[in-house]
């Protein structure tokens, strides 16, 4: 696989890697887990993911670890198109310590996730409904044509799905980050299509975007600076690209730090950033700065 390839393949863990459990946690009840419940947070359901007609609750059987942080989630049931809103929701619940003989243990339970009956904002158009339920498939088809290392089919589909989203709009901070992740699979279509400069473009509307709903506090801030970066150092911009490579990684360590049970997840994310950007250093002729950060990543 050329390195391209890699780099899209990275882009697809990117999507799927989970966070681990945690061993030997107890099973209690839904209605004992809300006792301990301190902060929670709505599913926000972002048009392009919730058609108009969509209903119901969705269950989650979840860990929760001995400091009362959630860290791990799984659907059990309910409508596909609200499962991946209840999955980003209960990420930020917190809970007080669960306490087993005056020891604070992790825990396992099931959460009924509830669906916002209306959202703010002006109901959808026609168009926007339509749009809606376009954009899942579409933005799957674009995934698959990437991962496929097909750059007419990527930059086909991937278009159609940047179109989709800025058709949907963006009332809500999901709304935004569907339109960032849009715009970051175009942008690696076109880096297929060896469209260096058109793809570089897309990177850094993405980057805009993100800094509209996110903070450099969330993990997910990061991704649009290193993909920004993947087509500078593809450009010869190395400079700009270092730059971009240490804001994705500055702030995956800082949600190492902040969240230590979801390294398993955030870890494999910074040990490829690291690589790649050790790469672009011995590239550079600084092999002791790349030795540094391949370090690091085989640390994680």
């Known amino acids: 696989m050329d390195r391209v390839g890699i780099l899209c393949g990275f882009f697809l863990l ?15 009840s839904e209605a004992d887990a809300r006792q ?19 209903q119901g609750d969705v269950a989650l059987a979840v860990t929760i670890d001995a400091m ?7 659907v059990l049931s309910g409508p596909a198109v609200l499962q991946q809103a209840a999955l ?11 306490l087993d003989n005056g020891v604070a243990v992790p825990v396992t339970t099931r959460l009924t996730i509830g669906n916002p009956s209306s959202q703010s904002g002006p109901a959808p158009t026609a168009d926007q409904e339509q749009a809606e339920k376009a954009w899942f498939p579409l933005s799957a088809k674009c995934m698959k044509a990437i991962q496929a290392q097909n750059p007419r089919e990527a930059v086909e589909a991937c278009k159609q799905t940047l179109d ?13 980050l569907a339109r960032t992740g849009s715009l970051q699979m ?11 400069q058109a793809a570089l473009a897309q990177e ?8 509209k709903c996110l903070t450099d506090k969330d993990q997910e801030y990061a991704m649009p600076y290193f993909w920004r970066g993947v087509v500078e150092a593809n450009l010869g911009q190395n400079d700009p690209a270092l730059a971009d490579f240490t804001v994705a990684e500055a702030t995956h360590r800082r ?5 230590p049970d979801m390294k398993a997840k955030y870890g494999p994310l910074l040990a490829a950033i690291l690589k790649e950007h050790a790469a672009l250093l011995d590239r550079m002729g600084r092999a002791d700065e790349a030795a540094k950060l391949r370090a690091e990543a085989a640390s994680l």
């Open 36 to 54: 301990h419940l301190v902060q929670d947070a709505e599913p926000v359901n972002p048009r392009v993911v919730q058609p108009a007609s969509a």
């Open 14 to 28: 990117a999507q799927i890697c989970g966070a681990q459990g945690t061993d030997a946690a107890k099973p209690i």
């Open 255 to 259: 949600a190492i730090a902040n969240l």
């Open 186 to 196: 175009y942008g690696h279509a076109l880096l297929l299509a060896n469209q260096k």
């Open 68 to 74: 009362g942080q959630v860290v791990s989630e799984k």
């Open 204 to 211: 850094y509307m993405a980057v805009d975007e993100v800094r």
């Open 164 to 176: 989709i989203s800025l058709k949907v709009g963006d009332q809500t901070p999901s709304d935004q």
């Open 88 to 98: 980003d929701a209960v990420r930020h619940w917190h809970f007080t310590p669960f």
